[in-house]
């Protein structure tokens, strides 16, 4: 996906280089496209232009074709406003991870509203900056586009699939309620979870499985990048986390009056619920099948991992998703084999066959 | 972890033939123990014999030297209780997920409490009954000992080791506070964060990354099972879930009045408290450990990601953790290695050298 492919635009101007801007920049860069950069801040600018990922501009160069605006959320839409009076004839986009107010101020403070497409690469890190910059952030990463009815959308659309980068349109509104649901309500719900870990005893952590590091593995995020993005979206996820909050004190009612006829009932829709929601998670490559796994005991080495993948790989097997899983104290590990449902019986066959422990599934 | 060990028992009687009480069948008769069986439903029974877990008892055998309870939760200490009365000499222990009610049952109405150990192995799988069963279920996995105090404890805890598990020793009602905490609400909270996705657009599911994935894996599990657990855990999971919901008020709250003073210190904490909790939860092999990650594309294919752990064992780099990742529609994977901070500078040269790319760190 990194190859050389087709260019839309051969002068890209990038204001802010943080982590977005620097590694749009180092993805341009390895295509051959002319980058220029702007920051407010002088020692950013140095240091983005230090790892390749473009060159400031000099006075009196040729317009860019298209603008990139990488700032924090909070100056995107002023930002926006002006690149699109400084530059008559380009394309601008932003990065943001909330779409609405950014469209509707860009909307409201310029005639050329035509020329800005609102968009967010699903393609964050943990950690920002510069430093952290990567020229493949974008590859095999969804990336919305919310100017549905534009012709300059297109263009940019074009330019996604260019990084390698999967285009998904979406109207602002629509993304904001999405990324609500699907990445801002799992960030507070990881963090509020893990918040209860912070009072428990030493020997109750001894007892973590998979489960409660699955369900805390995202509040390890930052949370000065979180309280802005939380903030700027609070809109949407409130109305979605008020649900959320109904919907814990059902169960939280039930749990305390568990002899009151129907608490049983609120208990089995509150799971319920939860079992139907997770199944309409797509799958690996879009799909929507419903996968089997298969647990295998592997000792506790890289070498013995790589020796179940590669015969899984001589036999044509195809992983639809792999864990590997320990246990405190364990000298052994489970490796957890996604496969799709028809394979399951044959694949654990030829384990067996081939002196592997299976486990069966695990939660 | 499962060759011949000493022997603790070698008559061993197991009442209740669903999923722990056959998996521990077939791990004894794996080790030579005579091992009988009882279930007050026939079918089961029969299953369970077919499996090779044990035998049923004929009348006049020899008294057991340890009898395992493995019914469902509700009638435990009964039968419990009518052990301790039936077999003389023998020890007894249970293996529900919950423990502090059974103990108090079983205190009240036995005079041979004192051969009695609550126990509870960490082992559970989605799926229950005699088909689910596994000789290896308890390999590697925490099994917690609730007589903290009682001689009997030290046999048990022979005999866990004997299995392959790993011994905790606890208090009931500590067993059950941290059960809350480190099973219970992650499992909640998976559930309800998953309802969300129930009415999620199709476009906002393509957005799903690894966080959300990660936090509602676990809703998958079976609720009627589930029903059990929490109802029986109610009074310690209410305790623990009341403050996870107070915390999610004050969020709201901030949240719907972001003007307000001290509205972001409110998220700030939350998610601050979110990272301190989660930092506390053990690294493999039970280091607390920070570790680092580093992400590498791999083509899709399981040939390629045994080629990658090949060259990783060859230098000698031990994993901590690994994680595939793929995101709809893409053809190239994610491979997520977590390794000890002190080594990733190295490998992450070495894997560039050896033609690698290097996607960073993602959340």
Redesign the interface.
């Known amino acids: 996906?990194?190859g050389k492919t087709s260019q839309t635009f051969s002068r890209v101007h990038i204001v802010g280089t943080g982590l977005l801007g620097t590694s749009l920049g180092l993805a341009l860069r390895e295509r051959g496209v002319e980058v220029t950069l702007e920051d407010v801040s002088p020692s950013s600018l140095s240091l983005a232009e230090d790892y390749g990922a473009g060159v400031r501009r000099s006075p009196g160069q040729e317009e860019p074709e298209l603008v990139v605006v990488a700032t924090p959320p909070d100056v995107v839409a002023s930002v926006v406003v002006q690149a699109l009076e400084d530059y008559p004839h380009a394309l601008v986009i932003d990065v943001a991870s909330v779409k609405a107010q950014i469209t509707n101020d860009v909307q409201s403070h310029s005639p050329h509203f035509a020329r800005f497409v609102p968009s967010h690469p699903?393609a964050?890190?943990?950690?920002g900056g510069a430093v952290?910059g990567?020229s493949?952030?974008f590859?095999?990463?969804?990336w919305?586009l919310c100017a549905p009815e534009s012709e300059s959308q297109e263009t940019i659309r074009a330019f996604v699939v260019s990084l390698g980068a999967?285009p998904?349109?979406?109207a602002p509104e629509?993304h904001d309620?999405?990324?609500a649901?699907?990445?801002h309500?799992?960030?507070?719900?990881?963090?509020?979870?893990?918040?209860?870990?912070?009072d428990?005893?030493e020997?109750?952590?001894?007892?973590?499985?998979?489960?409660?590091?699955?369900?805390?593995?995202?509040?390890?995020?930052d949370?000065?990048l979180?309280?802005q993005i939380?903030?700027a979206n609070?809109h949407p996820?409130?109305e979605?986390?008020?649900?959320?909050?109904d919907?814990?004190?059902e169960?939280?009612t039930a749990?305390?009056s568990?002899d009151a006829s129907g608490s049983?009932k609120v208990?089995?829709e509150?799971?319920?619920?939860?079992?139907?929601?997770?199944?309409?998670?797509?799958g690996?490559?879009?799909t929507s099948t419903a996968f089997a796994s298969l647990v295998v005991?592997v000792d506790d080495?890289?070498?013995e991992?790589?020796r179940?993948?590669?015969q899984?790989?001589?036999w044509g097997?195809?992983?639809?998703?792999?864990?590997?899983e320990?246990?405190?104290?364990?000298?052994?590990g489970f490796a957890d084999l996604t496969l799709a449902p028809d394979v399951v019986a044959d694949v654990e066959k030829q384990l067996r066959e081939a002196g592997w422990?299976?486990?069966?599934?695990?939660?």
């Open positions: 996906m990194t699903m964050g890190r943990e950690r952290s990567r493949d952030l590859t095999a990463r969804p919305v999967l998904i349109e979406m629509e309620h999405a990324v649901v699907m990445s309500i799992p960030q507070l719900v990881a963090s509020l979870t893990a918040a209860r870990l912070q428990a005893d020997k109750a952590l001894d007892l973590a499985g998979a489960g409660v590091r699955d369900v805390t593995r995202i509040a390890q995020s949370p000065a979180w309280i939380l903030s609070a996820l409130v979605h986390l008020k649900s959320l909050r919907d814990l004190d169960v939280l749990l305390g568990l049983r208990l089995a509150a799971l319920g619920a939860g079992v139907n929601g997770v199944s309409r998670l797509p690996k490559h879009g005991v080495s890289p070498g991992l790589a179940l993948l590669t899984l790989g001589d097997v195809n992983l639809e998703d792999l864990r590997l320990h246990s405190p104290g364990a000298q052994v422990r299976i486990a069966g599934e695990r939660s």
